[in-house]
C-alpha cells in the first residue's frame, strides 16, 4: 500500500504551469530522505524524472523541477506540453518499513 | 547502454510458485544493487525486494516476506526473483530496476526493464 499521498489527477492548458503534491510523514519524506518522480506514459514502464529531490538525470527538460518541505514534496511542471499527459509517482525511502515508498499516482491531462 | 530484460512472467494458480529472471547488460553488474517493483494493471507501483552488489544486503517489502526470493548471479550478469506461495495480489507487471549505488539503502531506480506480467488466477 501506498504511504505517500498525491492528487489522483492535475490539468492544465498548453503551456501552463501545474503542480503535483506529494505527503508524507516524519518515517520518510520528514526523515530526511531524497524524493525522486518518476513519468510513466501510457503502457510503458516508469521512466526516472527528477532524483535527490531537485536533480535531473541528462535528457530531461528543465520544464521540471523538484522540490520538499517538511514531510512533502512537490514536482513542477512548467510550459506544459502535450507528451507530458502521463502518471507521475514519487518515491522515498521509509525507515519505518526499511524499504521502499512511492506515491499513490497523479494523472496529469494536458 | 543499460539494458534489463525481463522473462518468466505468465498465469499461475494460487499457491503455486513462479521464477522470474533479469538479464542485464550495458554495465557493470556485479558494482550496483538492483531491485525488483511491481505495478498491478492500473494501479499504483510497489516496491518488491532489492539486492545488494555482492548479495550480502537483502530485503523485502512486507507484503512478500517469507514467500519471494531474490537472488543475482554475478557470473551471467542476471537477476532473479523466487515467487512461492502465490496469491491474486500479486498479479502486477514486475519490473527490474537499476540504482547508482553498490548499496541497496538510499537509492532510487534509475533504470527499468519493460516487465513482465504474472497473473495470478484460477
Known amino acids: 500500500q501506498s504511504v505517500l499521498t498525491q492528487p489522483p489527477s492535475v490539468s492544465g492548458a498548453p503551456g501552463q504551469r501545474v503542480t503535483i503534491s506529494c505527503t508524507g510523514s516524519?518515517?520518510?519524506?520528514?526523515?530526511?530522505?531524497?524524493v525522486q518522480w518518476y513519468q510513466q506514459l501510457p503502457g510503458k514502464a516508469p521512466r526516472l524524472l527528477i532524483y535527490?529531490?531537485?536533480n535531473r538525470p541528462s535528457g530531461v527538460p528543465d520544464r521540471f523541477s523538484g522540490s520538499k518541505s517538511g514531510t512533502s514534496a512537490s514536482l513542477a511542471i512548467t510550459g506544459l506540453q502535450g507528451e507530458d499527459e502521463a502518471d507521475y509517482f514519487c518515491?522515498?525511502?521509509?525507515?519505518?518499513?526499511?524499504?521502499?515508498?512511492f506515491g499513490t499516482g497523479t494523472k496529469v491531462t494536458v | 547502454e543499460v539494458q534489463l530484460v525481463e522473462s518468466g512472467g505468465g498465469l499461475v494458480q494460487p499457491g503455486r510458485s513462479l521464477r522470474l529472471s533479469c538479464a542485464a547488460s550495458?554495465?557493470?553488474?556485479?558494482?550496483?544493487?538492483l531491485h525488483w517493483v511491481r505495478q498491478a494493471p492500473g494501479k499504483g507501483l510497489e516496491w518488491v525486494a532489492g539486492?545488494?552488489?555482492?548479495?550480502?544486503?537483502?530485503t523485502y517489502a512486507a507484503s512478500v516476506k517469507g514467500r519471494f526470493i531474490i537472488s543475482r548471479d554475478n557470473a551471467t550478469n542476471s537477476l532473479h526473483l523466487q515467487m512461492n506461495r502465490l496469491r491474486p495480489e500479486d498479479t502486477a507487471f514486475y519490473y527490474c530496476?537499476?540504482?547508482?549505488?553498490?548499496?541497496?539503502?538510499?537509492?532510487?531506480?534509475?533504470?527499468w526493464g519493460q516487465g513482465t506480467l504474472v497473473t495470478v488466477s484460477s
Open positions: 530496476t537499476k540504482g547508482p549505488y553498490s548499496s541497496i539503502w538510499d537509492e532510487y531506480f534509475q533504470h
Open positions: 550495458g554495465f557493470d553488474f556485479d558494482d550496483f544493487a
Open positions: 539486492v545488494n552488489w555482492n548479495s550480502a544486503t537483502i
Open positions: 516524519s518515517s520518510n519524506i520528514g526523515a530526511g530522505f531524497g
Open positions: 535527490d529531490t531537485n
Open positions: 518515491q522515498s525511502d521509509d525507515l519505518s518499513l526499511r524499504g521502499y515508498v
